[in-house]
């Protein structure tokens, strides 16, 4: 799937469509030309290069005038996805320092059974729980709006886009810190590579960078908040579920924040948002409810 400007589009992304570009044109031969691929840090079983497109074959997807609305679609699509990436992610990295842990001996006990480590697990554990109920519901919002048709927009489609920016914000960053942490558990042994713990570090650096780092999820999630009243929605959405105190005090700080000028607004989000998210996740967390817990002692 490729973006493009088709001839006498206007400038600017709303002149984008989507196209669908084949591999081999219609004689059988290539239909693009690839000018070098590119070492980087992990996925490097996924090839990534730059491409040129020189009379390439492709069909437009969609009506010409929506494809920044299809390209965001798509986006929106593969955070869902890039949020369970994410989580797994969490998971991995926890599983591969509890199964090292228990053999560790530390004071003639294993180092799972040591106070600070057995209460490092355990908060990891919740950040799992945290980051599937994130993951989770966005895959759950996405089943029922995918079909809507742009631009015409529901309720339910607005939530769901705010959900899926704080769950590819808060699973992406849960995945940083908890390869690290794992790395930190196996001690000198999680930087060699050929224990394969440093993978998931590498792994989930590029997780927190694609379909939108950080600072986009933020900003994205502020605009759906102010453009199509996001945070309303998401406070009544979670209303039978959050704490009440803690939900009102996100309002006034969402309100406030939304007031602000704009160089403002975008300066002071990060931390309503980081919060939002966190409060998102605890919610859903109680509206699934079904927690993973650590293994008894």
Do not use: C
């Amino acid at each position: 799937v490729v973006a493009a400007r088709p001839d006498g589009a206007p400038a600017g992304v709303r002149g984008l469509s989507l196209f669908l570009l084949p591999r081999y044109r219609a004689d059988g031969s290539l239909n693009y030309h690839i000018r070098r691929l590119k070492d980087k840090i992990a996925t490097r079983s996924v090839p990534t290069g730059e491409v040129e497109f020189h009379d390439s074959e492709a069909w437009l997807l969609g009506r010409q005038e929506h494809g920044i609305y299809l390209i965001l679609e798509v986006l929106n699509m593969s955070r869902v996805s890039n949020a369970f990436g994410s989580t797994a992610v969490v998971q991995r990295a926890l599983g591969m320092a509890f199964a090292f842990a228990r053999q560790r001996m530390v004071f003639g006990k294993p180092l799972i059974e040591q106070p600070l480590m057995r209460r490092q697990f355990e908060r990891r554990l919740h950040e799992l729980n945290l980051s599937f109920a994130l993951a989770w519901e966005s895959a759950r919002l996405f089943e029922q709006t995918w079909r809507e048709p742009a631009p015409r927009y529901s309720d339910r489609f607005h939530l769901f886009r705010l959900i899926v920016h704080l769950a590819k914000y808060y699973t992406a960053e849960a995945a940083v810190q908890a390869a690290k942490w794992s790395m930190e558990v196996h001690g000198g042994i999680g930087t060699l590579a050929e224990f394969g713990v440093e993978r998931l570090l590498r792994e989930a650096m590029i997780a927190d960078i694609w379909e939108g780092p950080p600072h986009r999820q933020i900003l994205d999630g502020v605009e759906v908040m102010e453009r199509k009243n996001g945070f309303g929605l998401l406070a009544e959405y979670l209303a039978p579920y959050a704490d009440r105190e803690a939900l009102d005090a996100m309002k006034r700080r969402v309100a406030a924040l939304l007031a602000l000028p704009q160089e403002d607004k975008e300066a002071e989000s990060e931390a309503v948002f980081v919060d939002l998210a966190r409060l998102t996740a605890e919610a859903l967390l109680t509206k699934h409810a079904h927690p993973q817990k650590l293994p008894a002692r």
